[in-house]
C-alpha cells in the first residue's frame, strides 16, 4: 500500500492538501506524520523525499512522488474515478490553474497567516505580527484574490464546491478555509457559504480532530496575540 509522508497534520498546510483529499475520496493510502522542527526531522524526511519536503507519497515499489501538486497528477492517473479533477475540460483547466495559483501565490498570506487549527485568534491579531502597513496591504490584497477566485470558480460551477463536486482544488484551498477561520478573517457571503460546505465534510471534521490530538507544538507558529 502507498505511504503518505506529511508535516504535522496542525500546521502542515502542503501535506494536508493531498491527505485531504486521499481521506475524503477513501482511497487505499495510509499517512505517517514525520514532525517538524525537530532535530531528526531533516534527516528523516530525506531518507524518502528529494527536496527533502512534505508531503512525499511513497509507492509499494519503493518509487516515490514529491510535492502536493505532482501527488495530485498520481491520483488522478492511478484513481481516475476518485474526482481529482472535474470531466469538463473548461473546469479542469480552470480547476488546475486554480491549483497553480495557490502553489505559486499568496506569498504574504502563507507568511504571517500560518496554518494553526488548533488556534483561534481574535479577528485582526494578526496584524500585530504582520511587519508594518505594507505587509498588511498584501495580506489583505491576497486575501481579497481568494475570495474573488472562488466566487470565480463557484459561478462558472454553480457549485456546491468550487468546480462543482468536491474535487483536488478544493482540497488545496482547504487549509485557507482553515486560516480564515483561525485568524477571524470574515468572508462575503458566498465564500462564508463555500467555507462553511467544506467545514460540514466529515474529512474537515477528522482533520481537526487529529490536529488536536497532536501534542507536538512549534513555537514559531504559535504567536503571541489575542486569542478568542
Known sequence: MALLL???K?????SIRPWFFIRHAGLAIED???PLDEVATSAEIGRFSPSKRVPVLVLPEGDVVWDSLAIGEYLAETHPASGVW??????????????????SSFGELRRVLTCNKRARYAP?????IAGGKEAEAAIEADIDRVHALWKMLLDA??????CGAFGYVDAFFVPVVSRFATYGITSPADAQAYRARVEALPTY????EEAVAETWSIEKYEYDIARR
Open 6 to 8: 506529511m508535516g504535522n
Open 157 to 162: 460551477s454553480g457549485g456546491p464546491f468550487l
Open 86 to 103: 472535474p470531466v469538463e475540460a473548461a473546469a479542469r483547466r480552470r480547476a488546475r490553474s486554480a491549483c497553480a495559483e495557490m502553489h
Open 205 to 208: 471534521t477528522r482533520w481537526e
Open 10 to 14: 496542525n500546521y502542515s498546510s502542503w
Open 124 to 128: 485582526d491579531a494578526w496584524r500585530k
Open 32 to 34: 505517517k506524520v514525520i
